[in-house]
């Protein structure tokens, strides 16, 4: 075969191939992409975010997937829970602003687990429970894990991580005061909004979190800020856990964490990725 025929057949070969999404990010790396989970009368799938459309994607979002002719708009689909992990893990006082004055800056992350029971999609209720009487909403930046890693160096972490999303930790402080584990301070079914979107190929650590709570701003700090930031957190917790993919971490709130109650709007915007919005109400 002559040499430039051949050329010509690699090439076409390689289109062909980079036309095919992977969690790898290899064909460019620098792409800015928004992925959602939704749902849509019969279908629920994984989809891409282009402009006021989803275009569905079929395959794997966390393997090999590919862009498909279907299209919805944005405004008539209903958003889900960004991923459906095997764990949830979330970290404590990684913001010097939010430890109190006495509190010791950690050697190292400082995880505990969240159960994927609590996740709640976009505009879903937060629900306070009877018998808890001080409940806060914390804002987080969550790392979406894109593939298995264990015992990942910093160095290569970011390649494990397939984006970000918006995340609330919502807690019920006197719980977590008061009994000796966190489980149903942080775990408490719907305490752990989490979306819209999964954004990749952004600058995960220099991005402005915000909470708003019914339109005022309660919470502002970068990511920046963080003591630890995703790399040395997603090596830290991959040392002691095999993290899988869509796994999820919220990675720790900023400052003073505001009361919520009944009839409440709460607001987590994270820069470059958007807005996750939850009604408060009351238990039944």
Known sequence: MPRNKARIIITLVTASVLSVGSNTRSADNRKITKYVRFHKGQTTAYGIVEGGMVRQLDGDLFGTW????????????????????????????????????????????????????????????????????????????????GKRAKNVPESESLKYVLGITCGNDISARDWQSNDRQWWRAKGTDTFGPCGPYIVSGINYDNLLL???????????????????????????????????????????????????????????????????????????
């Open 66 to 145: 590919y862009k498909t002719e279907k299209t919805y708009p944005l405004k008539v689909v209903k958003l889900l829970v960004p991923t459906r992990p095997t764990k949830v893990l979330a970290l404590a006082g990684n913001y010097l602003t939010h430890l109190g004055s006495e509190d010791p800056r950690p050697e190292h992350p400082e995880a505990f687990f969240k159960v994927p029971s609590c996740l709640i999609a976009q505009g879903e209720n937060v629900v306070i429970p009877k018998h808890t009487s001080v409940v806060h909403l914390e804002a987080e930046m969550v790392v979406v894990i």
């Open 210 to 284: 915000q909470s708003r709570l019914n339109g005022e701003v309660k919470q502002s700090q970068r990511t920046s800020d963080m003591i630890f930031n995703v790399s040395e957190i997603v090596s830290w917790i991959s040392r002691h856990v095999t993290l899988e993919p869509g796994d999820l971490i919220y990675t720790g709130t900023p400052g003073k964490t505001p009361a919520i109650k009944p009839g409440d709007l709460l607001e987590i915007e994270l820069e470059g990725v958007g807005v996750l919005k939850n009604p408060v109400v009351a238990e039944p």
